[in-house]
T-cell receptor, first 112, second 116 residues
Framework: SQQGEEDPQALSIQEGENATMNCSYK?????LQWYRQNSGRGLVHLIL?????REKHSGRLRVTLDTSKKSSSLLITASRAADTASYFC????????????FGKGTRLSVIA | GAVVSQHPSWVICKSGTSVKIECRSL??????MFWYRQFPKQSLMLMAT?????????EQGVEKDKFLINHASLTLSTLTVTSAHPEDSSFYIC????????????FGPGTRLTVL
């Protein structure tokens, strides 16, 4: 079953613009992670935010987490054509060796 | 981060044959491995969780007799798609998790299975 819903499902922007993707989930979580996947390729881990954290940065990426609303957002600033990919949020419900549960993903297209 | 490999990276087989996909943790011991399936333009769906030395736990709707999972060692898990059919064509991704404080999951590069 899927835990998260990404919004929007698809997003098309011009190079240099910011891209914001949102993720909502249903149950309490231990942490939430964002991944990128280029077409037909494997997953690239972008960032992990723990349930007691509200915001995290990594380069051009900014992730927020609102546990009261069960939602997270991923902001990519100054987007580049190379950012074109699908982006997934994934939640870890509890500590221990429990699996990540993925959302449906957002397909981002950055037009040069 | 830790490295997880999958073999083969792609495979084409005839309907009715069985296909084995290997997932290896190269530089750490994986107490738990997870198998996901991804259809085109869709997200990853968890198929099963396997712990070393014990039987895999399958998600609802996943046929355990069709998708055989073996996790015989701390560095290797295999997924065998038995009597494959065209609808089994998909991207199969494994991930490995070690024991420890954060139990971080590391993903393999995936195996694309095409059943003719």
């Amino acid at each position: 079953s899927q835990q998260g819903e990404e919004d929007p499902q698809a997003l098309s922007i011009q190079e240099g613009e910011n891209a914001t993707m949102n993720c909502s989930y249903k149950t309490s979580i231990n942490n939430l992670q964002w991944y990128r996947q280029n077409s037909g390729r494997g997953l690239v881990h972008l960032i992990l935010i723990r349930s007691n954290e509200r915001e995290k940065h990594s380069g051009r990426l900014r992730v927020t987490l609102d546990t009261s609303k069960k939602s997270s957002s991923l902001l990519i600033t100054a987007s580049r054509a190379a950012d074109t990919a699908s982006y997934f949020c994934a939640t870890k419900v509890m500590e221990g060796n429990t699996p990540l549960v993925f959302g449906k993903g957002t397909r981002l297209s950055v037009i040069a | 981060g830790a490295v997880v490999s999958q073999h083969p990276s792609w495979v084409i087989c005839k309907s009715g044959t069985s296909v084995k996909i290997e997932c290896r943790s190269l530089d750490f011991q994986a107490t738990t491995m997870f198998w996901y399936r991804q259809f085109p333009k869709q997200s990853l769906m968890l198929m099963a969780t396997s712990n070393e030395g014990s039987k895999a736990t399958y998600e609802q709707g996943v046929e355990k007799d069709k998708f055989l999972i073996n996790h015989a060692s701390l560095t290797l898990s295999t997924l065998t798609v038995t009597s494959a059919h065209p609808e089994d064509s998909s991207f199969y991704i494994c991930s490995a998790s070690s024991a420890g404080e954060y139990n971080e999951q590391f993903f393999g590069p995936g195996t694309r299975l095409t059943v003719l």
